[in-house]
Nanobody, 118 residues
């Protein structure tokens, strides 16, 4: 079963950029639907961006035009490119993998903190 680990979080000024990485082990990301979620303090976890096993993407309205999701199967990694960051993007960002045939097979990462502040 796949295991995923996020990296790339940190502190960035408003208007800046970060790229988060979600690296998988134990299985290929190509057979998983991959998603980036975030959870800010006191708020529910929300879907930010997703890419399915076929490569189609879905971006939340709140980040559309600023965030993009991509997959590199050779590196077994999914990326979240975040541009024009705002204070309201501050959250813990989580990677989630769901097997394309069996949604009971899934894995969450431990999360990476993104803080947007001057």
């Amino acid at each position: 079963q796949v295991q995923v680990v996020e990296s790339g979080g940190g502190l960035v000024q408003p208007g800046g950029s970060l790229r988060l990485s979600c690296t998988a082990s134990g299985s290929s990301v190509s057979i998983y639907h991959m998603g980036w979620y975030r959870q800010a303090p006191g708020k529910q976890r929300e879907l930010v961006a997703a890419i399915n096993s076929g490569g189609s993407t879905n971006i939340a309205d709140s980040v559309k035009g600023r965030f993009t999701i991509s997959r590199d199967n050779a590196k077994n990694t999914v990326y979240l490119q975040m541009n024009s960051l705002k204070a309201e993007d501050t959250a813990v960002y989580y990677c989630h993998a769901v097997h394309y045939r069996d949604s009971n097979i899934d894995s969450w990462g431990q999360g990476t903190q993104v803080t947007v502040s001057s």
